[in-house]
């Protein structure tokens, strides 16, 4: 443990930790607590957009993933960042119009059932906890190779931190410390970018060409088909990108953070050119990592090439630079996982224990405490499945997540604002059939089983054959959706629909998150 890293390392937790110190003194009620107040503006939002959505599984998988499969990576960057236009057109401003805390605000705003409610509070929970592992595997890789400390113990504490923000800050420092680290990681990725496209001569064309008589590929390392031969695995996680972002909870709850719809727009304006300009680096930082560490170091400091980014940063930059990257990288995942853990915090505070248990009948101080102590319960149980999951790839565990997110809460978001004849049964079903499809078809893949020792979780044969399932489980969620709906005996209430698309439209009434 150098003296340069661990100084670093501190600086980033002493800056986090002073971020939720003011945020905690203006964290007062309830909307406070969710939302900030719903007073971020357009610009603030849209980094904290990209900061939530640049983690782990982006900077450090998805580097990892182009270094060590080429083209096969890159679906990865490009699907991501595509996620942002169905996001733009389809979601961000009916979602802010209708919702008020958390995803099930919105669906409920049309149908009043404690049943639908419950539904996508559960549906939160399970995406927001897979999702987190994944930020903690990379977290506890990181730490390990910054500061030479037990994978175990790293997790643990980037659990306590993370916990720590939720419970004193709120949504008002996870938004600044997501807006912080967005800043930090576009920064010190555009040095990085540079210093390794300028060891290429800044020739683009050179840098093709060098990749391809660099790694164990060869010329393959170009071409698609390296870790996705499958057809319909590679069609499936493309499916999962690019429809996943609509239906993460995490990132959804985000512009309930603005005062109105138009903001909400803008915000995710801003967030797709700051994704976007982040995600042409990765190409970069993927190819001078094949390029300047080598896949035998890479896959030596870890096997699923989650140091990839940090250690081209020693390569290029020396101590100091491999320090800053990976303290920054560190800041990206306590950022992330902070607004996992109050996502999934919110949903079982509010959804469940306020609108479920206590039927409305609870005051905004004892809401904000019951959803404190959920933080803690929801840190535990992720950091104990992190503990389980360090072989494997940060980037995979999040577009599984973003697959049980486009299979459970897509088809039901969709529904909810653009069909008329959509109920309450056809929600639930539809969610139900989404998320259990994709949970035990995830189970029984080959990520989870391999008959080689070491290459999954459990050693085995895989009863499905794709590694990511979400080709089947979307049309599923959509046909759970449908059939629940056309097979209940259910009447639609018109004058509900209408106000529903009126207000979705129009944003009338809204004014800010208090008065949904």
């Given at each position: 443990?150098s003296l340069?890293?661990?100084?670093?390392f501190?600086s980033?937790?002493?800056l986090?930790?002073?971020?939720?110190y003011?945020?905690?003194?203006?964290?007062?009620?309830a909307s406070?607590?969710?939302?900030?107040g719903g007073?971020?503006?357009?610009?603030?939002?849209?980094l904290?957009?990209?900061?939530?959505f640049?983690?782990?599984a982006?900077?450090?998988?998805?580097?990892?993933?182009?270094?060590?499969?080429?083209?096969d990576?890159?679906?990865m960057?490009?699907?991501?960042?595509m996620?942002?236009?169905f996001?733009?057109?389809?979601?961000a401003?009916?979602?802010?119009?209708?919702?008020?805390?958390?995803?099930?605000?919105?669906i409920?705003?049309?149908?009043?059932?404690?049943k639908?409610?419950?539904?996508?509070a559960i549906?939160t929970?399970?995406?927001?906890?897979f999702?987190?592992i994944?930020?903690?595997?990379?977290?506890?890789?990181?730490?390990?190779?910054?500061l030479?400390?037990?994978y175990g113990?790293?997790v643990l504490i980037v659990?306590?931190m993370m916990?720590?923000y939720?419970?004193?800050?709120g949504?008002t420092a996870?938004?600044?410390?997501?807006?912080?680290?967005?800043?930090?990681?576009?920064?010190?990725?555009?040095i990085?970018?540079?210093?390794?496209f300028s060891?290429?001569n800044?020739?683009?064309?050179e840098?093709?060409h060098?990749?391809?008589?660099v790694?164990?590929?060869?010329?393959d390392?170009?071409?698609?088909?390296?870790k996705y031969?499958?057809g319909l695995?590679?069609i499936?996680?493309?499916m999962a990108?690019v429809l996943g972002?609509a239906?993460?909870?995490?990132?959804?709850?985000r512009?309930f953070t603005?005062k109105?719809?138009?903001?909400?727009?803008k915000?995710?304006?801003y967030?797709?050119?700051f994704i976007?300009?982040f995600f042409?680096m990765t190409?970069?930082l993927g190819?001078?990592a094949a390029?300047f560490v080598g896949?035998?170091a890479?896959?030596?400091a870890?096997?699923?090439g989650?140091?990839a980014a940090?250690?081209l940063?020693?390569?290029?930059?020396?101590?100091?630079?491999?320090?800053?990257?990976?303290?920054?990288?560190f800041?990206?995942?306590?950022a992330?996982?902070?607004g996992?853990?109050?996502t999934s915090?919110?949903?079982?505070?509010?959804?469940?224990?306020?609108?479920?248990i206590?039927?409305g009948?609870?005051s905004?101080?004892?809401q904000v405490?019951?959803a404190?102590?959920?933080?803690?319960?929801v840190a535990?149980?992720s950091?104990?499945l992190a503990l389980?999951?360090?072989?494997?790839n940060v980037?995979?565990?999040?577009?599984?997540?973003?697959?049980?997110?486009?299979?459970?809460n897509?088809p039901?978001?969709?529904?909810?604002?653009?069909w008329?004849?959509?109920n309450?049964?056809g929600?639930?079903?539809?969610?139900?059939?989404?998320l259990?499809?994709?949970v035990?078809?995830?189970?029984l893949s080959p990520?989870?089983?391999?008959?080689?020792?070491?290459?999954?979780i459990f050693?085995?044969?895989?009863?499905?054959?794709?590694?990511?399932?979400?080709?089947?489980?979307?049309?599923?969620?959509?046909l759970?959706?449908?059939?629940g709906?056309?097979?209940?005996?259910e009447?639609?209430?018109e004058e509900?629909?209408?106000e529903?698309?009126y207000?979705?439209?129009?944003?009338h009434?809204?004014?800010s998150?208090?008065?949904?």
């Amino acid at each position: 443990m150098s003296l340069l890293s661990l100084s670093l390392f501190l600086s980033i937790v002493l800056l986090t930790l002073t971020i939720t110190y003011f945020s905690a003194k203006k964290t007062k009620n309830a909307s406070d607590f969710y939302t900030a107040g719903g007073g971020l503006t357009a610009w603030q939002n849209g980094l904290a957009v990209a900061g939530d959505f640049m983690s782990a599984a982006s900077f450090l998988g998805i580097t990892g993933a182009i270094a060590l499969i080429g083209f096969d990576g890159f679906y990865m960057s490009i699907g991501n960042l595509m996620a942002f236009l169905f996001l733009l057109y389809l979601v961000a401003e009916p979602l802010r119009n209708l919702g008020k805390f958390t995803l099930a605000d919105m669906i409920t705003s049309r149908f009043n059932s404690k049943k639908v409610r419950g539904m996508a509070a559960i549906s939160t929970l399970v995406i927001s906890i897979f999702y987190m592992i994944a930020q903690l595997v990379g977290a506890g890789g990181l730490i390990k190779l910054l500061l030479g400390i037990d994978y175990g113990l790293a997790v643990l504490i980037v659990g306590i931190m993370m916990t720590i923000y939720v419970i004193f800050g709120g949504m008002t420092a996870t938004s600044w410390v997501q807006i912080t680290k967005a800043v930090l990681l576009l920064g010190g990725s555009s040095i990085l970018t540079f210093m390794v496209f300028s060891k290429f001569n800044f020739s683009v064309s050179e840098m093709f060409h060098h990749v391809k008589t660099v790694t164990p590929l060869g010329t393959d390392y170009l071409q698609p088909g390296n870790k996705y031969k499958d057809g319909l695995d590679m069609i499936s996680l493309n499916m999962a990108l690019v429809l996943g972002a609509a239906g993460l909870p995490h990132l959804l709850v985000r512009f309930f953070t603005v005062k109105d719809a138009v903001t909400a727009r803008k915000s995710v304006v801003y967030s797709t050119w700051f994704i976007g300009a982040f995600f042409v680096m990765t190409i970069f930082l993927g190819f001078g990592a094949a390029s300047f560490v080598g896949f035998d170091a890479i896959v030596g400091a870890d096997p699923a090439g989650n140091m990839a980014a940090p250690l081209l940063s020693l390569i290029v930059g020396g101590d100091f630079l491999f320090a800053f990257i990976a303290a920054v990288a560190f800041a990206t995942i306590l950022a992330v996982v902070s607004g996992l853990v109050l996502t999934s915090a919110s949903a079982f505070a509010h959804d469940i224990y306020s609108e479920i248990i206590k039927d409305g009948k609870i005051s905004a101080k004892e809401q904000v405490m019951v959803a404190r102590i959920a933080s803690i319960g929801v840190a535990a149980a992720s950091i104990l499945l992190a503990l389980f999951s360090q072989t494997l790839n940060v980037a995979f565990l999040s577009v599984l997540a973003l697959g049980i997110a486009a299979s459970a809460n897509l088809p039901v978001i969709l529904f909810t604002i653009y069909w008329k004849r959509f109920n309450a049964s056809g929600a639930i079903t539809g969610m139900l059939v989404g998320l259990l499809s994709s949970v035990i078809l995830v189970f029984l893949s080959p990520n989870v089983w391999n008959s080689e020792p070491g290459a999954a979780i459990f050693v085995g044969e895989a009863l499905f054959p794709l590694g990511n399932p979400t080709i089947f489980t979307v049309p599923l969620g959509f046909l759970g959706a449908y059939l629940g709906t056309i097979l209940s005996s259910e009447k639609v209430d018109e004058e509900k629909y209408a106000e529903v698309v009126y207000k979705s439209n129009t944003g009338h009434g809204v004014k800010s998150v208090q008065n949904h």
